[in-house]
Structures are given as C-alpha cells and as structure tokens.
C-alpha cells in the first residue's frame, strides 16, 4: 500500500528551469544504467570498427604477402571476436537503454497519476479533462521515446562519428578531413528538411482528427441523416475532408521525397570523393591496399548515419515541449491527505457547527456570505434555493474540497482544518445526483471505496436496502455487469440508487445528499425514499433539496438565496413566519387544487 | 484521446485467395503506379548490388592493376548510377507514397459511402467506435501493407538476389557458403519478429488501458477524492504500468537482441568466407576486391532480411484489418427498396398500422401487434414508460426498421413498396437530444434544405423562434455551434433543429420531446416552434410535456411494446386508467417546476 512501491523519488522535485537537467533528475536511479548503455554502446562501436581494422591487417598481412601463417587463423578468430563483441555489446546497450527508459517511464506514469489524484479539488474543477489526459499520455510517451530513442540514438550516432573518425585519422589524417567536408551540409540539409516534415507531419495528423470527427458525427447523427435523407450530401461533406487529408499527405510526401534522394547525392558525392583520393592514394602507394578497404567502410559509417541526425533533433525538440508540459503539472502542489493537528481516534459524532464562514472563488464575488448555524449530531439539514444560491458550494466545504476563505467550521468542536483530509472524508458519505460511476463491475462500484473485504450478502443486503437489487439480477451478468458496457446503461436515478448501495456499505457519520428523484415514477421514488431513510438513521444528513416534501422532517431548514440564509428553522417554526418558505410551500396546495380544477374541467 | 482506441483490435489473419485477390482489387486501379513504384524500388534496389560490385572493381582494377584511368572511369561511373538511383529513389518515395494515401483514401471513401446506406438497426448494434477503428487503424495498416510492404519486400528480394547473382559471379564457391547461411538468418529474423510484434501489441492494449485509467482518475476526482480511494487507485493503476513495463520492455529487449543475433550469425558466415577466401585468393581464384565486395554484401544483408521479417509480422496484422474492412463493406442494409417500386408523389395522407410486429431477436419482442390509423393532419402524442417501445414506433414510421410482421400504410400503399427516398426525404425530425453538426448556425438550418436561400434560412429561424438568440451572438449566423453542436445549450440545439424542421418542409413530422428541462422562454418557444411545424401536418410527438399532449387529437399509451390506452385526453381522463395516473403525476411535477423557484434550470457544470 506504501507509495514507495510505485515511485522511490519525488519528481515534483526535479522540476528546474533547464530542461536537460530536470530530464537527467528524473533519471535518478536509472544513471547508471544509462551510462552503461552508454558505455556499452561505445564497445560496441569500438568494435565495428576494429572488425575493419583487422580486415586491413588481414589484407595487408595475409592475403597480399601470401602469408597464411597462425597469423591467419588468429586474424580470422579475432574477427568472428570482435564481431560476437560487437553484436552482444549492442544488445546490452539496447536492453539497458531500455529498462531506462521503460523504467523511467513507469515511474513518471504511477507519479503523474497519483499526483492527479491528489491535486486539489479546486485544480481539477479549473482544468481542462483532455488537456489533463493529454499530458498524462502522449507527453509521456514523448517523454519514453527522448529516453528510449532520440537521446541513445543521437549518441550513437556521435559515438560512431567520433570512433571512426579517430580511426581514420589512425589510417591517414588528410584523407579523415576530407571526409568530413561534407557533414555539416549533411546535418543542415537533415534539420531544415526534417523540421519542414514534422511541420507537414502536423498538419496532416489534425487533417486526420477533423476527418474523424466529420466520421464520428456522421455516426452519431445517423438518425438525422436519415430523417432528411442527406446520405449524398454526408458523402460529399466526407469526401472534401478525406480529398483533404490526401492532398495534406501528397504534400508530406513531397518533401520526403526530395528529402532522401538530395541527402542521397549529398552523401553519395562526399563518399566517392573520399573513395577517389583513396584510390588514388593506394594507387601512389601513399596507403596500402588493407588500409584503403577499411577506410572505404568506415567512410559509411559516418556519412550516412548523419542523416537521421536531423530527425532526431527535430524529435527531441518536440520531446522537450513534452516534457515541459508534464513539468507544469508535476509543479502543482498536491493536498495532504495525512496532515492534521488533530488525530482522532474513532469515529466522529457529527456535530457542525458553522461559524461566520464566506467563500470566494475569485476576489469580492463571494458565494457564500456569513453562515452561521449549528447542527447536533444525527441532525437532517435541509438547504432549500435555486441553483447557484450557494447550497453546492456549502456541502463542498465540508470534506475540505475547498476551504472557507473566512470564519471556522467544526466538527465535534475541533476547527474541521486541524484533521486530517482523509479522516475527514472518511467520515463523509456523497450521494450525489447524477454520481459518477466507474467502468467496472456493479459490484465493483458498489464496493469502490470500502477499505475492507466485503462480503457478498453485505453487497446484496446494501443493494436491497438502496432499491436496486431487483434491477442488478435483471442484466444478464448480475453484480458482473460491466457499467457502461454494450447495451447496458444505467439510467440517472439507478445510478444514484448504487451511489446510495455504495454509501450504506462505507457507514459514513456524516451524510451529503443531493435529493433529486425527478426523472422516477412513482413507485421507484417510494423505493429510493425508503433507501434515503435508512441511510440517513442516525447520521448527520445534509439535504440539498428540490423539493418540499424531502425537507418537511428536518431538524433544521435553511433556504438559501444569493449565497446568504435568509431563513431557518424547522418546518413547523417557518410555517409560522411568511417568508420564501410558507411561499414555496402554499404553492403544494395550490397544485392540488389546481389538479381537481383540471381534471373535473375536462369531465363536463 | 481517440475513444476507439479499444477497438482497434489487432489479431492474426490468414492469407487466403480469396482475401489476396481482393487486396490486390484495391490496387487495380492504380495498376500504373504500381508498376511504376515496383519498377523504380526493383532498380534501386540492383544499384544498391552493382555499386558495391563496382567498390570492388575500383580495388582490382585500379588499385591493384594500378590504373588511373580505371580509377577515374570506374568512380565516374559510380557516381552516375547513383545520380540515376537518386532520382529512382525521388520515384518511388513518391510513387509508393502517394499511391498509400490514395489506397486510404479510397477505402474510407468505399466504406464512407456504404456506411451511408446502411440501416440503423447495424448503427445501433455496432458501437461508433468500432466502426471508427475499421476507418482509421485498420485502413492506415492495410494501405501500409499494400504499399510500402510490397515495395519493401521487393526491394529485399532484389537486393537479396543481386547480391546472389554478383557474388555467384565473384566467386561460386564463397557464394554458395553465403546462400547457406541465408535460410538460418531469415528463419531467426521471422520468429523474432513476431515474437516482438506479439509483446509489442500488448504494450499497446495495456496502453489503451492506462489511458482510460486517467480518464477515470480525472473525470471522477471527486468520488475518489470523497472515497479516499487514493492508495487503491494508486495500486491498481500500478499493476497496468508493470504489465505495460512487462510487455515493452520485453519488446525493447527482444528488438535489442534481434539486430546483433542476426549479424553475428552472419559475422560467422563471413569469418568462414575470408578464412576460405583468403585460401583462395593465393591461387589467383579470389581477388582482394572480390573480398571486399563479399564484406560488404554479407554485413549489408541483414537489412533486407530484417525488412522481409517485420513485413511479414506486420502482414498477419493486417489481413486480419482487411477482414473486418471486407466484412463492413460486405454487410447489406437490412432495410432497401424493393426490386419493385411504386412511385410516390407525396405520402401525406393518413396512414395505418396494421398488427405490427417488431424485434430485433425472435425471442425478444420489441412491438407486439400494434393496429391503429391516423387520420391526415391530426396529431399524435405517443406517451408511456422508457423502453415501452414509443422510439422503435418513430423509427418503423421512418422506415429506419421495417416492421417484422404487420404493415404499414401510408395512403393505403404498403410502405415498403415505396422508395425509401421518397418517404424520408418527406420526414421532419426533432430529436430528443437535437443532434448539430460542426459548422455555423446557417449550414446547420440549411440541412433542411440544402438549396435554400439565406433569406428562407432566417424565415424558419423566426418562425421555429431561434432568430433572436442567434442575432444575440458575435456572428449571428455565421457562428460555430461547435463539434456536435456543443457550445450551444439544449434549448438552442433544439430551438435551431426545428428551425432545420421548418426548412425541410416535411410531410410527416415527428418530434421526440426533450425531458431535460430547459428555461421557461426556451420553453414557450419550442412550443410555439413545434406549433408552427404541425399547423396542417400530420405529426407523431413523443410527449413529455402535458400541454403537448393535450393538444393531440389522439393519445397512445404505449407500454410494454403494446397499445395500452388510446383516445383523446378527454377519453382517457375519464378512463382512470395508466395515462389519468400518468397525468396526475406529470401534472403535480410540472406544477411544482412552474412555481417552484429552486427547480434547476439547465443544470449548470459545476453543479452536476
């Protein structure tokens, strides 16, 4: 259960302005593997080279002289040697490269998800859900492939020019220069090229989601285009979009196809001049047959890996905006969940009081503007108002979703900020309207957030209890079927029947109920009263209420209006003073009456 | 995130004749490019073998004969052919590339287009994202296959078989010893392929799910924020990235294993050939040039091997694509025109049910028997129950469904005589939830009517009731309603689908009431929208709301896919049967909504 089995380092911490060194901090743990793939990969290419070193001796010493001595066998096994070394120390430089970054990765993925989870409500309810599971998916695989590609892969390719190059000058300095002229031409022609292709690259991918959403409508809207037979007309909308996207790929491709063949020349003309002054140097006997095939070899190994040099540039810059926007979350400050002054011990008894609270979301708009009032333990609150009076925000206070920006709430006396979240929320159950259920098992849902095994009787008995027992035993798989699945959708008030199941198997102390049994008919409303009451014995209940019937039994009534209560008391007491209450509350009769008028009306 | 990326399923599929003929259909058209692309990799590809043959000559010839001349001739020649594989390669880059894109785009096109002649019985049984992946994943992977496939394993075999024939042509003997060698290195590349492929699609699954993990975590912060489910969350979220860390890094570690093995088995192919190269060289058979081209050819052959090998792995991927492509295009709409049709002029008229039956699975009845006629003009509020079967009844009378049993009459003709065209190009829909397309307010109405001018556009907008909130926005008209419409509110949506209604000018018409509350204004306008659109037009209403129902000249209590009650209010009232209790109830909640002032209009985000 620790958190240090997932991540061993804080990686809020690594976060500084350089991004190079903010990559290499979240690499702790993993440095030494890295640098041995680094190392690893120099042997490797060390020994490439080597294997054309020996082919020059074999040459030049074997074949030429005629020479077929023990030299010969030794030549030949240092070969086959040095290319088992070669082949094994890729290999360990590639697997090493890899659990780096794999490990990186997993590490970075179990942070970020959990730094999610543990942000302020006031976070998440400001950003942006896409932009969040962008960040937490795409950057991080931009993030993997920095590791796991372009960081090893431009090594490589430094390394390979930097052993061949002090090789060649082992063969012959004049011959090394003139095969390097022609690099820098190669790596600019390579970054210009390739930044023009990840632009195109761009353009054409968006091309694909707007296709895709033109798709995705099509589907979605099938009913409307049928009802006005528009099947022509969508084809042709399509085909625009998709004529596009081709147009955008022909316009990629353009460029890919000057690309290979330009840097093909470039490379090709660089590679034959060194071949012919080698030539022609062999040729002088300047340099000896051996040394001018090894030098021939080592030119490719040089020259042509130069060209993806630019791609991998270009991809690390965008692995580094990558990385940037990961960073910007990572920077977020999470909410303690254990921190409190105050550490009880059982569980609460469920005495609020509220004492001069406001809250503001910005500055001089608050929401709610001087509460006041107190609620004995297993006390039903019922907060009456329109939407955006305030209650919302009011019941968000208590878990500590958001804090009070003046005056104190308590719980059992002790200022609800001196306990800790997680006790604190433990002690809180929320049935909310429309609840979010996750795309699991029912059972699963049902059980989410007990931190206990739970018996199946316990499962049915809760779902009995909440009224949706019989509904579960009508899908095909029971407590197995999958919300959201095929076929299956729950509908609003049977979801929050499961929100009510979930909530009798935590137990809560404290209660939040947001009363809504509009969308029902009548029996099932009987049904999820009924459940609403056995939840709410002997908790304290906070009622966010549409309706006057769900408040006529509370101990305490406060109608809210613009963020301020304007009136509270229980029924009887607020049946005695006009007010917004008696108001709301005449209006039942009125209906009644009403009902009667109508229907004999239309009996004549 | 893309929300198809579960289906975008990845199996093994199995090349057959008749799958290979009908890939191969695809790219008939094209034939020329084909033979284009095929022509100019094919040559590249014999370059590649003729160069590294001239390598060797520039060493025998000239080095060794010490000549000059044959130097510079030899490099000069070198340098040409490369100039001409230059432009080839311009050629088939190009070639090979576009001929994919259009591969693509002829194939979302073919099953665009017959997606659009589908019945909605396969749109409601078959999940948009299925049949999303099957237009992107799935036709991205098969034109991949048919393009930079084919051109990569033929410039593999030419390059394969160059090097053979040159070698052969150096020196059977070592040659020989090569084409030994080959069969063990390909057998190897082809098993660590697929090995790599199969973890490599893991990784990819266990990634989907770690998106959806996120998805999750985000979206439902506040449950598990109130739950306190964060170490468990954490915990389970921590056995998907080890499973995705299993399955890459075993993917990572077989890739990294793959390259060497190869080229070490060839390292010793090659160590054999110089051991008995160099032998051979002494009696005159080998040149040191001859040696150095077999060092080439031998270290260069792993990269054709290794293209063959991750073709063929990704082959098996798509074939299975092209079987799941072949099966959208193969399906055919359940409901079509007749061999035989009757040609309509107008179906307003009154129609008639006559014991209609209709289900999707025999066993399981959706309507059972439904009989009832409807006068032209008159209104009919269809009312009950969700799930009691007022939906499918709206779609049998589109025809979206043909009944299963039964018929249906519109003017005494059996509907399914008729051209489906001519009866829903008739139809007027409203929607429950009114479904926008992305664009302005304007190309939205215009759906109506797709030749109708901007002045008859604002008409139906005044008329349905939406022109003043749409003059209220910065570009009034012209305004984006956003993907699916969604930066308009419901009562908008609503508000501009009647409007597209009212443009159609449709025979029949046929709303589904919204049952999410929208703002006592919007209200008053749908209402009086909806007016308008049934003034003299036969219309069906899936009622909700009390003063829709009334008005109808005839009420169906639809429940358990079965006629429950039929009649007038009036009728029905007296009955005191299901629909006085259904109104009683509607009428006390409507009431309340009425009067009472903490009833929520649209709910708002944060509140929900």
Known sequence: MSEKTFYDLNLSQTITKNRMVGLWRMMKGYRWLFIGATIALAIATISRTGIYLVLRRFIDDVVVPGNFGTNFVVIILTFIGLAVLQGGFTFVSGWMAAKTAEGVTRRLRNYLFDHLQRLPYAYHAEAQTGDLIARATSDIDAVNRFYGDQAIGIGRIILMFVVNFIALLQLNTRLAWLSVIAIPAIIGVSIFFFSRVSKAYEAYQEQEATLSNRLQENLTGVRVVKAFARQGFESYKFDQENWRKFRLGKNLLSIHSLFWPISDIICGAQMLTSYFFGAIMALNGEITVGTYMAFVSLVIWIIWPMRNLGRLIVQTSTGMVSYKRVAELLKEEREPLLEGKYQPSGDAQGEIVFKDVWFEYEPDNPILKNINFTCRSGDVIALLGSTGSGKTTLVNLLPRFYDPTDGMITLDGVDITQYPRKYLRSQIGIVEQEPFLFSRTIRENITYGVHRKVTEEEIIQAAKFAAIHDVIMEFPKAYDTLVGERGVTLSGGQKQRVAIARALLKNPRILILDDSTSSVDTETEMHIRGALEHLMQSRTTFIIAHRIQSVMDADLILVFDNGEIVQKGTHAELMKTSGMYKDIFDIQTRIEVELEKEISSVNI | ????????????????????????????????????????????????????????????????????????????????????????????????????????????????????????????????????????????????????????????????????????????????????????????????????????????????????????????????????????????????????????????????????????????????????????????????????????????????????????????????????????????????????????????????????????????????????????????????????????????????????????????????????????????????????????????????????TDAEIEQAAKLAGAHEFIMQFDEQYDQDVGESGNLLSVGQKQLISIARAILAQPELFIMDEATSSVDTLTEALIQRGMDRLMQGRTSFVIAHRLSTIKRADKIIVIEDGQIQEMGTHQELINQKGKYYNLYTRQFRQELEAQYDIFTPAERTQTEA
Not at chain 2, 160 to 184: K, Y
Not at chain 2, 388 to 399: A, D, S, W
Not at chain 2, 408 to 423: A, P, S, W
């Open chain 2, 1 to 452: 995130m893309s929300t198809f990326e579960e289906f975008d399923e990845q199996d093994y599929g199995k090349l057959s004749t008749p799958i290979l003929r009908r890939l191969l259909s695809l790219l008939k058209p094209h034939w020329r490019t084909v033979v284009g692309f095929l022509t100019c990799i094919g040559l590249v590809s014999f370059i590649d073998g003729y160069t590294t043959f001239l390598g060797a000559q520039i060493i025998d010839e000239g080095i060794i004969a010490g000549s000059r001349a044959a130097i510079v001739r030899t490099i000069t020649l070198y340098g040409a052919v490369m100039l001409i594989q230059a432009a080839l390669a311009f050629g088939f880059i190009y070639l090979t590339g576009i001929l994919g894109e259009r591969v693509r785009y002829d194939m979302r096109k073919k099953m665009f287009n017959h997606l659009q002649q589908l019945s909605l019985s396969y749109f409601s049984q078959t999940p948009v994202g299925w049949i999303m992946a099957r237009l992107t994943s799935d036709t991205e992977r098969l034109a991949d296959l048919m393009t930079w496939g084919i051109l990569d394993v033929t410039w593999a075999i030419v390059n394969i078989s160059t090097a053979a024939v040159f070698m052969l042509m150096i020196n059977a003997n070592l040659a020989l010893i090569v084409l030994f060698m080959l069969p063990i290195m390909i057998v190897v590349a082809f098993r660590f392929r697929i090995r790599i492929l199969y973890h490599y699609r893991k990784s990819r699954k266990m990634n989907s799910k770690i998106t959806g993990a996120f998805n999750e975590g985000i979206t439902g912060v506040r449950v598990i924020k109130a739950l306190s489910r964060e170490d468990d969350n954490l915990e389970e979220f921590g056995e998907l990235t080890e499973g995705m860390y299993q399955a890459s890094y075993k993917a990572a570690w077989l890739s990294a294993l793959f390259l060497p093995t190869v080229q070490v088995i060839s390292a010793i192919g090659l160590g054999i050939v110089l051991w008995r190269g160099g032998m051979q060289v002494q009696v005159g058979v080998l040149t040191v040039g001859g040696i150095q081209a077999f060092v080439s050819y031998v270290t260069f052959i792993m990269w054709p091997i290794q293209d063959m090998a991750r073709v063929y792995a990704q082959m098996q991927n798509a074939i299975a694509s092209a079987e799941r492509i072949f099966n959208l295009i193969d399906t055919e709409p359940d409901v079509k025109n007749r061999s035989r049709t009757v040609e309509t002029q107008t179906i307003a008229g009154d129609i008639q049910f006559d014991d209609v039956h209709f289900y999707y699975e025999a066993n399981d009845p959706v309507i059972k028997g439904l009989t009832f006629e409807v006068k032209k003009g008159e209104m009919v509020a269809l009312v009950g129950p969700t799930g009691g079967g007022k939906t499918t009844i709206v779609n049998l009378l589109c025809r979206f469904y043909e009944p299963t049993q039964g018929k249906i009459y519109f003017n005494g003709v059996d509907y399914q005589d008729m051209r489906l065209e001519d009866i829903q190009s008739r139809i007027g829909m409203v929607l429950q939830t009114p479904h926008l397309f992305s664009g302005s307010v304007r190309e939205n109405i215009r759906y109506g009517r797709l030749n109708a």
